[in-house]
């Protein structure tokens, strides 16, 4: 039974703490992604309202998975790996600043098409990053 057991250790908390910041960026962009159309139903501000709370929350995850990212890095021999890991890391991290910068404009324009582009992007950056993140991990 003893193999069964797993310590929770520094890298267990370091990996949770990483998937939170994960879970609240990407899934979130896709939960509100999905409710954008239900709330103008509702009321016009409802989505203004409704992004303005997210935002809170999602960047505080996205700074959670970049600290804890940064983290990671410093937790593994990043030069020992192969020329294959480096690549999807650094596409990985592309990935993560497109997610952020994008989010970043999405969050302050006032157009309405800049809006939808930038939160698309947002959105299909982030899941890149976390198909990369994956492939990391594989």
């Not at 995850?61 to 890991?85: H, I, K, M, N, P």
């Not at 690549?87 to 990985?92: D, G, P, Q, R, T």
């Not at 959105?123 to 990391?136: E, N, R, V, Y």
């Amino acid at each position: 039974m003893d193999d069964l057991t797993t310590e929770l250790d520094l890298d267990a908390i370091r990996v949770f703490l990483h998937l939170l910041g994960v879970c609240g960026w990407v899934g979130g962009q896709l939960v509100m992604g999905a409710l954008v159309p239900v709330l103008r139903k509702v009321s016009p501000e409802a989505p203004r309202l409704a992004a303005e709370r997210f935002g809170r929350v999602a960047w505080a995850c996205f700074a959670l998975a970049v600290v804890t990212g940064v983290w990671s890095l410093a937790a593994v021999e990043v030069a020992d790996r192969s020329g294959g890991y480096h690549a999807a890391l650094l596409v990985k991290l592309l990935l993560v600043g497109a997610s952020g910068a994008a989010a970043a404009i999405h969050g302050t324009t006032n157009s309405v098409v800049v809006r939808a582009a930038t939160g698309a992007a947002a959105a299909l950056t982030a899941l890149g990053a976390l198909l990369a993140g994956a492939i990391l991990v594989a």
